[in-house]
């Protein structure tokens, strides 16, 4: 009996080879909603899992490697890892299921480890990963990687930007609301202690392991920024001192409006005209923003001023055509602050359309020993949290009904 079991596993061995891709069961466009979002859930899961927090993309063989480090593209894993955070924030709100929420934990606890591998309290990576060498990955985008002193044998990336800043902060603020327990509360509130007072130590800017600001780090009333980044550090301070409860928050808060006008500031963020100018992806970062300053301001005169630019935004998502990964988010996103209903059915129909991605083919350049470079093609995935999060905010407000 053990020979033919174990005749079996090798049979089963050659004919399914151990790839890094380990689910490639892909929903159909035409399924439900909530049967693509499940099946999109278990390839991100499978496949996009990297210690507790989740790759923006994944290589797979023969450019990738069959098994460990993930090989990848770092720079965004603090965006997919976040979002899913909320997602299981949302989702554990609705089914009160123990396993959403230890979910939830394990990916906080991954959160943790992008600041723990970093050796310095209150800097986050961008990503990292377990290696006993650099790999050709780090050069895709990003290219600010460092040897951790703190956690031996990793890799971090460095150079953190404002969409992370944002990213982390709307994250820890809905785990804190929905999730945490109260041994996860105070993790919560260590962390955005650490993180945000760093930032105001460091005159408002986010820093780098070497002490200078980042590339996309700039919060600082000394120096001219965009609007979006007034909007961004607000909301960060909001966020910060609902969960610390600590008066060094609010008075930073208060201080970078009343002496420096970041609520005016914070108006312009939409960039409506030229048209070329517009930029989806900074629509994120504001939506995110709002959601979290407009729940929790309660002074109206400030509300007012979250509501125009709310309202600039609306002259652009209105018209939104469900292209872009997030536009689910903005027509969400705007009914639940406004209260206003503008469910259409052309918006149910594109909520209903929602995808995740298309697996693909690419070419990619792997540098050799000898200094040379080879062209390899392979499969590479996505991330689906955009989508698998927007879901469950949607189901959260009862503006997504489960039967979809």
């Known amino acids: 009996m053990r020979s033919i079991n174990f005749l079996l596993l090798i049979i ?16 159909k466009r035409s399924d439900p909603l909530h049967v693509k979002v499940e099946m999109f859930t278990n390839l991100m899961l499978a496949n996009n899992w990297n210690e507790a927090t989740f790759m923006h993309s994944v290589i797979f063989p023969p450019a990738g490697l069959k098994d460990s480090p993930v090989i990848g593209r770092y720079a965004d894993s603090m965006d997919e890892t976040t979002n899913m955070l909320v997602a ?16 939830a934990n394990q990916l906080f606890d991954g959160i943790l480890k992008t600041e723990a591998v970093t050796g310095v309290p209150g800097l986050f990576a961008r990503g990292f990963y377990k290696t006993e060498e650099p790999l050709w ?4 985008w990003y290219n600010e990687w460092h040897w951790s002193t703190s956690l031996p044998g990793y890799r971090w990336l460095g ?21 945490a327990d109260e041994e996860y509360k105070q993790k919560v509130a260590g962390l955005m202690d650490r993180f945000m007072g760093r930032v105001i130590d460091d005159n408002f800017k986010l820093t780098d392991l070497d002490g200078k600001m980042t590339l996309w780090g700039n919060y600082c009333p000394d120096l001219p920024h965009q609007p979006l980044n007034s909007l961004e550090i607000l909301m960060g301070l909001k966020v910060t001192h609902r969960i610390t409860g ?20 914070q108006i312009n963020s939409k960039i409506l005209f030229p048209e ?12 995110k923003s709002l959601y979290m300053l407009m729940r929790y301001e309660d002074d109206r005169s400030l509300m007012i001023k979250y509501r125009m630019n709310l309202n600039r935004h ?35 129909e594109g909520i209903k359309a929602m995808w ?26 996505r991330s689906a949290a955009s989508m698998i999060r927007n879901y469950w905010f949607g189901r959260h407000y009862g503006l997504i009904e489960p039967t979809w």
């Not at 990955?137 to 895709?140: F, I, K």
């Not at 600590?246 to 005016?264: P, Q, S, T």
């Open 12 to 27: 089963i061995f050659i004919s399914n080879p151990v790839f890094a891709q380990k689910n490639h069961l892909f929903p």
């Open 246 to 265: 600590k008066e060094r928050y609010n008075a930073a808060y208060h201080m970078l409006i009343d002496r420096y006008h970041y609520d005016d500031h």
């Open 276 to 287: 070329e100018w517009r930029n989806p992806w900074d629509d994120c970062h504001a939506a």
């Open 314 to 348: 609306w002259f652009d998502w209105k018209d939104r055509d469900f292209s872009f990964e997030n536009d689910a988010l903005f027509i969400l996103t705007y009914q639940i602050l406004t209260g206003e209903n503008v469910m259409t059915p052309k918006r149910i």
């Open 159 to 179: 150079d953190l930007s404002a969409d992370k800043f944002t990213s982390l902060c709307y994250a820890a603020g809905i785990y804190w609301e929905l999730c």
């Open 88 to 103: 299981y924030s949302y989702k554990y709100a609705i089914t009160k299921n123990p396993k959403d929420r230890d979910m």
């Open 356 to 381: 995740g991605y298309d697996r693909q083919m690419m070419e990619f350049k792997i540098p050799q020993k000898d200094g040379s470079f080879k062209i390899v093609k392979s499969e590479e995935d």
């Open 137 to 140: 990955h780090e050069d895709l």
